[in-house]
């Protein structure tokens, strides 16, 4: 019972944990700068691409990691 053998991570899980993280990040940024706003404007400031990036990062790394153990098999 003791000497029984691991199970591997499916690659997906791992890629799901660091768009997850990653994910979190940039909406955490995206967030700040909504709080924020830069004196600086660019182009696209108002469209908030980092919080809306991060979100979809998030939304497919929650994909990647959930759905990844059945995808391992």
């Known amino acids: 019972m003791a000497n029984e053998p691991k199970e591997m991570k499916s690659i997906w899980y791992l ?3 660091m768009l997850l993280v990653m994910g979190a990040i940039i909406t955490i940024s ?11 404007r660019t182009v696209l400031a108002d469209l908030h691409p980092d919080f ?12 990647f990691f ?8």
């Open 15 to 17: 890629v799901g944990l």
């Open 30 to 40: 995206g967030i700040y700068h909504l709080a924020n706003p830069s004196e600086v």
């Open 52 to 63: 809306w990036w991060g979100l979809v990062m998030l939304s497919v790394g929650a994909v």
């Open 66 to 73: 959930f759905g990844g153990k059945k995808w391992g098999h």
